[in-house]
Antibody
Framework: QVQLLQSGAEVKKPGASVKVSCMIS????????MHWVRQAPGKGLEWVGG????????IFAQKFEGRVTMTDDTSTDTAHLELSSLRSEDSAVYYC????????????WGQGTLVTVSS | SYDLTQPPSVSVSPGQTATISCSGE??????ISWYQQRPGQSPVLVIY???KRPSGIPERFSGSSSGNTATLTISGTQPVDEADYYC??????????FGGGTKLTVL
């Protein structure tokens, strides 16, 4: 059973960067295509991007290109999402999500990390 | 950009059948997944590849797809099914797309 445990809530100022972590257990991370999905307060799900550990390639929603970095730390079985140049619209719960059937669907989700951007 | 369109809300009486639609111009070429999200919780996969149910999901949840519309059906809806439901597709150019979500109310 795959389990995803995310890092705690963050408060950042506009223009800063945030790094959210997602520790993977119950399955080899090298087999998991890890995605990041966010949800602004009262809004729907929005895909941010995904990282394929098989080929080391990242894919992003066009609106985040240039601001998002996704990495995989195999020594700690932890995936990371870093979002830079934060603005108030980036305030949201960020989820890591993955599955065992390829790039999608997402069988497993983290508990979410609340990121608040405020001056 | 490619969009998936869902009704914002659906209401159903307990024990009745709820249907939630998801339409998109490329749905005929793609599989749809459906996720349930209760307030304050992470989403849960309830249907994948249009009509398959993951282990542990009740049989009252079913999915279908025809043309450019996919449908999530909940038969014998229970109060515990009250939640937001999202459809999701994979497209080779925009990759992961979510519908806007449908709030299911069980009155």
């Amino acid at each position: 059973q795959v389990q995803l445990l995310q890092s705690g809530a963050e408060v950042k100022k506009p223009g800063a960067s945030v790094k959210v972590s997602c520790m993977i257990s119950g399955h080899s991370p090298v087999d998991l295509f890890m995605h990041w999905v966010r949800q602004a307060p009262g809004k729907g799900l929005e895909w941010v991007g995904g990282f394929d550990p098989e080929n080391g390639e990242a894919i992003f929603a066009q609106k985040f290109e240039g601001r998002v970095t996704m990495t995989d730390d195999t020594s700690t079985d932890t995936a990371h999402l870093e979002l830079s140049s934060l603005r108030s619209e980036d305030s949201a719960v960020y989820y890591c999500a993955t599955g065992l059937m390829g790039a999608t669907p997402f069988d497993y989700w983290g508990q979410g990390t609340l990121v608040t951007v405020s001056s | 950009s490619y969009d998936l369109t869902q009704p914002p809300s659906v209401s159903v009486s307990p024990g009745q059948t709820a249907t939630i639609s998801c339409s998109g111009e490329k749905l005929g070429d793609e599989y749809i997944s459906w996720y349930q999200q209760r307030p304050g919780q992470s989403p849960v996969l309830v249907i994948y590849q249009d009509s398959k149910r993951p282990s542990g999901i009740p049989e009252r949840f079913s999915g279908s797809s025809s043309g450019n519309t996919a449908t999530l059906t909940i038969s014998g809806t229970q109060p515990v099914d009250e939640a937001d439901y999202y459809c999701q597709a994979w497209d080779t150019t925009t990759f992961v797309i979510f519908g806007g979500g449908t709030k299911l109310t069980v009155l």
